[in-house]
């Protein structure tokens, strides 16, 4: 059974940083791509930044390049984004996909395995 978990969220000001976390088990694929979604308060689920594989390849999403940085672990089962200069548009549920199957990797439809979302709050 695969298991998707992430870890880190919190509550923070605006300015500081946080550290997400997400975890892959029994997932049973050489390597596979991996990416961060959010759904703010209110709205809709948005792609905001992609790995692929090997950890060569990332991607972001406009509204978050140059603060945000995903990476994926030594044993790429694992992946983290490292989220600095904080705002409170950026205040939402953040979702860790793995195993994308078809389409855009911004498309969430595309995914296969989710976790369940860790909670950020950016406060002003």
């Known amino acids: 059974q695969v298991q998707v978990v992430e870890s880190g969220g919190g509550s923070v000001q605006a300015g500081e940083s946080l550290r997400l976390s997400c975890k892959v088990t029994?997932?049973?694929?050489?390597?596979?791509?991996m990416a961060w979604f959010r759904q703010p308060p209110g709205k809709e689920r948005e792609g905001i930044s992609f790995v692929n594989w090997d950890g060569r390849i990332t991607e972001y999403v406009d509204s978050v390049k140059g603060r945000f940085t995903i990476s994926s672990g030594a044993a790429k089962n694992t992946m983290y984004l490292e989220m600095s200069t904080l705002k409170p548009e950026d205040t939402g549920i953040y979702y860790c996909a793995a195993d994308r199957q078809r389409g855009a990797w911004a498309d969430g439809a595309g995914w296969t395995h989710w976790g369940q979302g860790t909670q950020v709050t950016v406060s002003s």
């Open positions: 029994g997932l049973l694929l050489v390597g596979y791509e």
